[in-house]
């Protein structure tokens, strides 16, 4: 089974940053496209960036300039996240899309749990 890992949350001032790291482990056999979310209270979940198989970075509206997702190691992406405000508070996610744990095996999107990022001063 293909597990994903959040790390790296926790509380910031307004104008701080935050690491997050998002560790795969399991029998993955390809590594596609790695999607970040965040979920405030009393919000809908909300796409915030990805990272493509590629190397290619996409980020929505309200995070672009500020966040920036890399690839660390064939399991590991980070979202480094500058200039935090405090409409960035909430549970960030990350999702694996269309993983093989086996060749031309049945691809799978795969979520992590979460972890918090609260922005107050």
Same mark, same amino acid.
């Given at each position: 089974q293909v597990h994903l890992v959040e790390s790296g949350g926790g509380l910031v001032q307004p104008g701080g940053s935050l690491r997050l790291s998002c560790a795969a482990s399991g029998s993955i056999f390809n590594i596609g496209d790695i999607h970040w979310y965040r979920q405030a209270p009393g919000h809908q979940r909300e796409w915030v960036a990805v990272?493509? %198989?590629?190397g290619v970075t996409v980020y929505a509206d309200p995070v672009k300039g500020r966040f920036t997702v890399s690839r660390d190691n064939a399991k590991t992406v980070l979202l480094q996240m500058d200039s935090l405000k405090p409409e960035d508070t909430g549970v960030y996610y990350c999702k694996a899309n269309g993983v093989r744990t086996?060749? %031309?095996?049945?691809r799978s999107d795969y979520w992590g749990q979460g972890t918090q990022v609260t922005v107050s001063s």
């Open positions: 990272i493509l %198989g590629t086996s060749p %031309g095996g049945r």
